[in-house]
């Protein structure tokens, strides 16, 4: 079975610092897809970042990267310069047999001012 | 492009009352999913829909929950004579084919007491 694992329940950060989040997970197929999603405190579900598992070079979305290890089957979120409206729940997922998303249990980021 | 819509946002009901659930997908998104989330965790997968037709309905419970995406109007998801433990945030999601990214709903909130 497909799983995801966020190791860090919560995290807090000065506003203007880098912060990396960590996910690992386990599947078996050889072609899959990686999301980070950000849920702040209105809990609607926005898209951060994704990752093809066939491309080898990182996913980068303005201040939002990834370090995808696909052979260590890890998949983290760094976060520069971060900003106030970071704060949120992130959520690393992993697209299940083309059709549904396995989540992790969420990391609480709080950026401090 | 309006995003994908929810209604309601909040619902309240008693136990053994029926609860509906309406999700409006992204314009050109044929496919549509549906996610619990329990107070502080992950997004779980339920189901998953195109139009007539659940094309995965594993992660739903077998007894009083049901799906369905009709040709014309919403994805509905239903749960019959509700009980305490179905209190949580159910999440729509669509897109507009199995590999892409899946975009979220704002989310209904469903309150049994």
């Known amino acids: 079975a497909q799983t995801v694992t966020q190791s860090q329940p919560e995290m807090s950060v000065q506003e203007a610092e880098t912060v990396t989040l960590s996910c690992t997970y386990d599947t078996s197929e050889s072609n899959y897809y990686l999301f980070w999603y950000k849920q702040p405190p209105s809990r609607q579900m926005i898209l951060v970042i994704r990752?093809?598992?066939?491309?080898?070079q990182n996913a980068t979305e303005n201040r939002f990267s990834v370090n995808f290890q696909k052979a260590a089957k890890s998949f983290s979120l760094k976060i520069s310069d971060s900003q106030l409206g970071d704060t949120a729940m992130y959520f690393c997922a992993l697209l299940q047999g083309a059709q549904k998303l396995v989540f992790g249990q969420g990391t609480r980021l709080t950026i401090n001012p | 492009n309006a995003g994908v819509m929810q209604n309601p946002r909040h619902l309240v009901r008693r136990r053994g009352q029926e609860a509906r659930l309406r999700c409006s997908p992204m314009k050109g998104h044929s496919h549509v999913y549906w996610y619990r989330q329990l107070p502080e965790e992950g997004l779980k997968f339920m189901v998953y829909l195109q139009k007539e037709n659940i094309i995965d309905e594993s992660g739903m419970p077998k007894e009083r929950f049901s799906a369905e995406f009709p040709k014309e109007g919403p994805s509905i998801l239903r749960i019959q004579q509700v009980v305490r433990g179905d209190s949580a945030a159910y999440f729509c999601?669509?897109?507009?084919?199995?590999?892409?990214?899946?975009?979220f709903g704002p989310g209904t909130r469903l309150t049994v007491l």
């Open positions: 990752q093809e598992a066939y491309k080898q």
């Open positions: 999601a669509s897109s507009p084919d199995t590999s892409d990214t899946q975009y």
